[in-house]
């Protein structure tokens, strides 16, 4: 067993943003541990070429392709039967998968396969006294373990968004066609259909969000919020309560089980704190809150806080900003 | 249809933070004297289930991990919900095991269940967040899998589930049996036990067994191949600054403060 | 003695503790700033099997026992006191007396309806010129053509608007007090039966307070309640129920009176530090959690008495009085204690002390109370 590989995905025929924050998490065990880094790039379509291209720019060399018509968006099963066959084949010592929707089923149960150490949602990877070291959320945000892994194979998967896209860092390098054997009616599950929502486009890229919380009382409350969005430039998003009640789509969801931002700027509205949202936006540079409990959670986490229903602060911020632009 | 529905009895998330302390010796949560509350994805895979067993007919079976006087609570409030039974494995240690590990324990206690079309359980508990006991059971007893579930229906030959994805949802068709992970949705809110359920409860089967009665256990096999180094609370960050006055002067101050920032 | 409690009690607590968090807390205060019957609320409460708790299970309820009735009138009173006022005249003052003294036709036609919440019940007692003396009063019921027929006035009815059925107090025999007295079951729909002025009060405004006015009135022969002329001991009884359901409501104001109090405590800061810091709140809290315990274990001890079957008369009215007074001396110190903007009803402190004073009066005035209390210690004239 050598080397680290990391599992890239390009299932929706190009690569995927996560996959190249795992180099980044490569490129911190790399060194330390004297391994070469390899990719097995799933997926499918002529994308596949320069999604290839685009991990030698980041400095991964050795590329193992694999392209097969059941490698698309949401086809686990498929997925872990072809990334079974290559990991097997190349042996590596740690397997590294994006947490995304795909990697977070696939990662424990590759695992399972390769009889593998398994840690999940790392949000830090390092190698310490020449074990590999890495970190993870704990509690709803509120803590962080530090887990060391003591047996190879492992398989390590990184928490989206908590990696940085590392500098590119071209190589010349190598792709080998891999082919794999994938019985499509020995699948138990099947996509039928991707339901794509309309996002809130760039939550996780934004600059500056607004998040609405339970405290707006209803969906016409995150107009508002869109209109404050507007005047700031900024994305609008949601905690958990908005989302299960159906006020807006469910992948407007920030938080541990939706998305992790770490804009410039976050704005929460309505939003009483529950630890699962914060740990969604710990990462954040200047936290707002606005909310008419001066005793919410979210302001053990805010920077600035205006205790104030929102439908008096919002409006008059909305006009002041306007003023300001204007001025 | 016959469901298993795994719960795991953790503190309240939303504990305040001066009650929320790490034990160092086991590099765990405080629990002692700490508020219990079934994790809050396990209810809504217990939603889901007494949902499809309302529509398709079938048997509820909630099953719990954890030392036995605790547990308890979490059985009593699946039975008054509407579970038909319930067992507990009951491990007098308590909490510390890894998802690696539960998962081994729970499969044990499945195969001795004996017959499922379905185990349902949370995305993720909401305590250690791993997200992987589902996968694991799916690959243990040879099952389907799907993670992050939000709505379930039966088909001629199966299921038909609503994945939660990064760009929206998947429609899936799966086979049984099957193992999926469940998260919340407007369609599956846990609902409240009614108080005459809550005393019915009383008369539901209850098997208790003993986790070293179990094989697979984790005394068992190998040790999971990660081990827990410690867990540590990060640097609280600054006291928050409220911003005084009515809504025009603490928008006025915002607004200053985000200029001074460069944000503005 | 064991003072904990089992755990379906606290199951139950916790469940009550939950609906009424999501259900009634979001819109207390508006229910009291623009009273309406919240019809919602209630029709959920009812789907959880709130409205006949002490109800069996053969009549649709939950066949719970007098302690788990507290605990959810407590739970529901802390959210929203008007709530619960509608809440417990059902269970306290309908339920209850048709179980112990309806035929079990009356138990069958009536009781599932009111468990299920698909009518609401009231209690018509008190007359113009009948309140703490309730036992003298005057709508009268003459037998006529095999039927009762009944005239008078009732007042200050909770839930009389919304009411299906009313529970009325009326004199049939021509002896003065409580031994003329007869109950009766009268349907909204019955000739002769209508609700006349809607009062508006100082508090617990979503619940409806009406005059019930009765003319030439009438009453089929079976819906008489209980025996003839037993209507007094009926009454009476009934109130030693509706007393402890009362104290509970008590309990549920001066708890969210010291969980407002302790909250803003923290947080509010003058002269340089949180006002928790100072002695004189940290003697009004103790105070007030130490009161509030001891008004719990005295309506505990009450229910439990006529849980056993024992007679409790003296014990109900106890925790009545010292829930009630302890609500209202609760609700007085937490408005003080939050001073300018415990006087604003941007803060619900000020609905607390409006709220509390009803349960010093009705159901029995703390001074009716006394009097009973001390009839079982000195012994009557």
């Given at each position: 067993m050598t080397g680290i590989c990391i599992i890239a995905g390009a299932l929706d025929g190009k690569l995927s943003r996560s996959s190249l924050e795992l180099i980044g998490g490569a490129r911190m065990l790399q060194g330390p541990l004297g391994q070469e880094v390899a990719a097995v790039l799933l997926g499918h379509g002529p994308g596949l070429a320069e999604a290839a291209a685009d991990l030698h720019r980041h400095g991964v060399g050795r590329v193992y392709r694999c392209d097969h018509p059941l490698l698309t968006a949401g086809q686990t099963d498929a997925v872990l039967v072809a990334g079974e066959q290559v990991v097997r084949r190349t042996g590596p010592e740690v397997v590294l998968i994006a947490a995304d929707t795909v990697g977070r089923e696939l990662a424990p149960r590759l695992a399972y396969r390769l009889r593998a150490a398994l840690a999940t949602e790392c949000v830090e990877l390092g190698v310490e006294d020449g074990a590999i070291v890495v970190r993870r959320q704990v509690y709803g945000g509120r803590a962080l373990a530090t887990l060391v892994v003591r047996t190879r194979p492992a398989v390590l998967s990184v928490k989206p968004h908590a990696l940085d896209v590392p500098q590119p860092a071209p190589v010349a390098g190598t792709v080998e066609d891999v082919s794999v054997a994938i019985d499509a009616g020995a699948l138990p599950t099947r996509v039928r259909e991707v339901l794509r929502e309309q996002a809130e486009l760039g939550l996780e890229d934004a600059q500056i969000v607004i998040g609405g919380g339970r405290g707006l009382g209803g969906p016409e409350g995150f107009a508002l919020l869109a209109e404050l969005a507007k005047q700031l430039g900024g994305a609008v998003g949601a905690s958990r309560p908005p989302t299960d009640a159906g006020w807006v789509p469910v992948n407007w969801q920030i938080g541990q089980t939706g998305k992790t931002i770490r804009p410039a700027l976050y704005i929460a509205v309505g939003i009483s704190?529950?630890?699962?949202?914060?740990?969604?936006?710990?990462?954040?540079?200047?936290?707002?809150?606005?909310?008419?409990?001066?005793?919410?959670?979210?302001?053990?986490?805010?920077?600035?806080?205006?205790?104030?229903?929102?439908?008096?602060?919002?409006?008059?911020?909305?006009?002041?900003?306007?003023?300001?632009?204007g001025a | 249809m016959e469901i298993i529905v795994c719960l795991k009895q953790v503190v309240d998330p939303e504990l305040p933070a001066r009650d929320f302390a790490i034990d160092p010796a086991t590099r765990r949560q405080v629990r002692e004297g700490r508020p219990l509350v079934i994790s809050t994805y396990d209810e809504n895979a217990l939603e889901v289930a007494l949902q499809l067993k309302d529509r398709v007919g079938g048997k509820v079976t909630a099953l719990t991990l954890g030392p036995q006087g605790v547990a308890g609570d979490a059985i009593r409030l699946a039975l008054a919900m509407g579970a038909d039974e319930a067992v507990a494995v009951d491990d007098p240690h308590g909490v510390g095991l890894l998802g690696v590990e539960k998962a081994r324990v729970l499969t044990a206690a499945i195969r001795r269940i004996g017959r499922f079309d379905l185990v349902l359980c949370g995305c993720e508990s909401a305590d250690w967040v791993e997200r992987v006991v589902g996968p694991l059971l799916a690959e243990a007893l040879a099952a389907a899998c799907v993670t992050f579930v939000s709505r379930i229906e039966q088909t001629n030959g199966g299921l038909l589930v609503r994945r939660m994805a990064d760009e929206g949802f998947h429609q899936l068709e799966v086979r049984l049996p099957a193992v999926l992970s469940v998260t919340s949705d407007e369609t599956n809110r846990p609902r409240l036990p009614k108080v005459k359920d809550i005393m019915t409860a009383r008369r539901k089967p209850v098997q208790v067994w003993p986790m070293a009665d179990l094989s697979g256990t984790p005394a068992d096999g190998d040790a999971p191949g990660v081990e827990v180094r410690d867990v540590a609370l990060p640097e609280r960050t600054a006291r928050c600054e409220f911003l005084p006055g009515d809504a025009a002067a603490q928008v006025a101050a915002l607004t200053q403060r985000l200029r001074d920032l460069k944000l503005l | 003695m064991d003072f904990e409690l089992n755990e379906e009690h606290r199951l139950i607590q916790a469940t009550v503790r939950e609906f009424a968090a999501k259900e009634i807390l979001p819109v207390a205060a508006e229910l009291d700033h623009n009273p309406r019957y919240p019809a919602e609320i209630i029709a959920s409460a009812a789907a959880l099997g709130l409205l006949g708790l002490t109800v069996p299970e053969e009549y649709g309820g939950a066949g719970l026992d007098g302690l788990a009735n507290v605990l959810v009138q407590e739970e529901l009173a802390r959210a929203s006191a008007g709530v619960q006022a509608i809440v417990t005249v059902q269970n306290s003052l309908v339920c209850d007396p048709i179980l112990r003294f309806g035929t079990a036709e009356q138990k069958r036609r009536y009781l599932p309806r009111l468990v299920g919440g698909e009518w609401l019940g009231c209690y018509c007692l008190t007359e113009p010129a009948a309140g703490s003396d309730a036992m003298s009063l005057q709508t009268r019921a003459e037998r006529r053509n095999g039927e009762w027929v009944l005239t008078g006035q009732k007042i200050f009815v909770t839930n009389g608007l919304e009411a299906q059925l009313c529970i009325v107090y009326a004199r049939t025999e021509p002896v003065p007090g409580a031994r003329g007295i007869s109950a009766f079951l009268v349907e909204k729909s019955f000739p002769g039966i209508s609700v006349g002025k809607v009062e508006k009060k100082l508090g617990i405004k979503c619940s409806s307070t009406v005059e019930i006015v009765l003319a030439d009135c009438r009453v089929p022969a079976e819906n008489l309640l209980g025996a003839r002329g037993r209507g007094g001991p009926i009454a009476l009884a009934t109130l030693d129920g509706g007393r402890i359901g009362i104290a509970a409501q008590a309990l549920g104001i001066a708890r969210a009176a010291l969980e407002e109090c302790v909250a803003y405590a923290s947080l509010r800061e003058q002269f340089g530090q949180p006002i928790k810091e100072f002695q004189a709140i940290q003697w009004a809290v103790a105070d007030m959690a130490t009161r509030i315990d001891a008004a719990r274990l005295l309506t505990y001890r009450a229910a439990w008495l006529r849980d056993r079957g024992e007679r409790c008369t003296a014990e109900a009215a106890m925790a009545k009085l010292v829930a009630s007074e302890t609500a209202m001396w609760a609700a007085h110190r937490a408005v003080q204690l939050f001073g300018g903007y415990g006087y604003i009803q941007e803060y619900p402190v000020e609905r607390f002390f409006r709220d509390a004073k009803i349960t010093e009066i009705y159901e029995g005035t703390s001074e009716v109370q006394r009097l009973v209390i001390s009839r079982h210690i000195l012994g009557r004239r």
């Open positions: 704190g529950a630890t699962q949202h914060i740990a969604g936006v710990t990462g954040s540079r200047t936290i707002v809150a606005i909310n008419r409990d001066p005793e919410a959670p979210i302001f053990s986490s805010a920077h600035l806080g205006i205790v104030g229903d929102y439908r008096e602060v919002v409006p008059a911020l909305i006009a002041k900003v306007k003023e300001l632009k | - | -």
